[in-house]
């Protein structure tokens, strides 16, 4: 289920390359790869699950409310990360020719679908 999910999102999305479902914790849960991505997922998100814990631990010290997108932008890509649950999150990968907009969208549009998967 989680996989269909994934699949939609990056498909629907120009640009985009990747995604994959993870806990905060660094375990992958799923992940979806478009045929030509030569990246390994899982370790985009475990290297970024680290840095998402200590963005959500500043918000929650700041007490500016809890953490629900973080985008980041290198040379190549935007990797955009959206907080599903407090254990869970998903990150899509695009190209930086990719509709960041679009991606956007379809990680709100999908999120409710794949919180409900995690229960």
Sequence with gaps: M???ILERI???CSGGVGAVLMGYDGIGIEQYSAE???LDLNLVGIEYSNVT???RNAAEVLKVGELE???IKTERY???IHSLTEEYFVALML???GNYGQGRYLLMREAP???QALV
């Design 113 to 115: 679908e794949l919180r």
């Design 36 to 38: 030509e991505n030569l």
């Design 53 to 55: 814990k200590e963005i």
């Design 2 to 4: 989680f996989k269909d």
């Design 69 to 71: 997108e973080v985008a």
């Design 10 to 12: 990056v498909s629907h």
């Design 95 to 97: 190209e930086r020719t």
């Design 78 to 80: 935007y990797v955009i």
